[in-house]
């Protein structure tokens, strides 16, 4: 990619559904030469910007499990999480041993239980390891910083000061049309107002209003969705940390701020610290695990397991039977 494609993406990790209007004066190009950058990247690296929303507000529990098998046998496993609606980021781990997939579920003990017996119930699977997000640092509201540009700090104040302020949210509650709205924006975080209010069947500038309220309280954020690979990263890896209780949070907020980090949160199960990694290649990973995690205080093991393939990422089209 080159320059302006780089800014572009960046100007999109600062605000997804900024116009391309903002986005060219911001730039100092044409509409039209924005408009064809961001179908190229469409085309090249499969971006597509994404609506997030608070698990918890929705009233969903968010859980990693990991299945493990023997090499190449999980592959069948992967393919069946895929096409299920509640999961998201379906990777192949360890050469293929292992299958790792966020899944959300409802906050009923009976629903969670069914959910792990389903997932564990196939004949490719020898165990099953389910780790319950208790807390994410970095990967909803504060999104990775690794797409960065030389956009001038003007350039970004442009891009920021069209943001919704953030307000206190404690006790905000998703309305009926809240969750339509969610639901509107599908896979496509830059659906049009016009699309939306007739799909909500509600008025362009009560969308608005709506869309600024929801991201004002943190319950909707915008972030890319992209092949990280295609984009020149070819290490990618889940860190599954084991810290001292005592040092958690300081150890978390550490990681969060590495520009090698996308995703941090804490977790049970066996480890209590998940990151997610991106790097250009290994010698860039090595160092990363030798000279950053190895000198962070409280970290007592570290588990490394390289992603070898992407079967779902957060939008990713079902796969056909």
């Known amino acids: ?32 030469t924005v ?6 990247l469409q085309s ?8 997030g929303t608070d698990a918890q507000l929705l009233g969903k529990s968010e859980w990693f499990i990991r299945l493990k098998g023997a090499p190449g046998t999980v592959e069948r496993a992967a ?5 299920r609606a509640d999961t998201s980021w379906v990777s192949l781990t360890f050469g293929g041993a292992e299958v790792v997939s966020l899944v959300r579920s409802g906050t009923a003990r009976r629903e969670q239980q069914t959910l792990l017996h389903q997932l564990g119930s196939s004949p490719q699977v020898n165990s ?39 307000v206190d949210a404690e006790s905000f509650r998703l309305t009926d ?38 991201r004002a309280r943190g319950a909707l ?25 005592q040092s958690l949070v300081q150890v978390a907020e550490a990681v969060a701020h590495h520009p090698e980090v996308s995703f941090v949160a804490a977790t049970t199960g066996p480890t209590n610290l998940l990151a997610s990694v991106i790097c250009r290649d290994n010698s860039q990973l090595f160092d990363y695990l030798a000279r950053q995690v190895g000198g962070i205080e409280g ?12 079967v779902k990422r957060a939008v990713t089209r079902t796969p056909s039977p």
């Open 221 to 245: 954020y915008f972030d890319l969705d992209l092949d990280y690979h295609l984009l020149g990263f070819d290490a990618l890896a889940l860190l599954w940390l084991s810290v001292q209780p």
């Open 79 to 83: 393919s069946l999480l895929s096409r």
């Open 128 to 166: 099953v390891v389910a780790h319950n997000v208790l807390h994410t640092f970095l990967g909803e509201h504060s999104l990775w910083q690794g797409l960065t540009s030389d956009l001038s700090e003007a350039q970004i104040g442009q891009l920021t000061e069209g943001l919704p302020a953030a």
């Open 299 to 310: 970290v007592q093991h570290v588990e490394v397991a390289p992603i070898t393939h992407m």
């Open 1 to 32: 990619m080159d320059d302006l494609e780089m800014r572009l993406l960046h100007a999109l990790t600062i605000d997804g559904r900024v116009s391309f209007s903002r986005l060219a004066k911001v730039l100092g190009v044409s509409d039209q």
């Open 35 to 40: 408009a064809r950058r961001y179908r190229k």
């Open 177 to 214: 049309g809240d969750l339509a709205l969610i639901d509107a924006l599908g896979a496509d975080g830059r659906t049009s107002l016009q699309k939306l209010a007739v799909a909500t069947d509600s008025a362009e500038n009560t969308v608005r209003r709506r869309l600024e309220h929801l």
């Open 44 to 51: 090249d690296v499969s971006m597509r910007v994404i609506a």
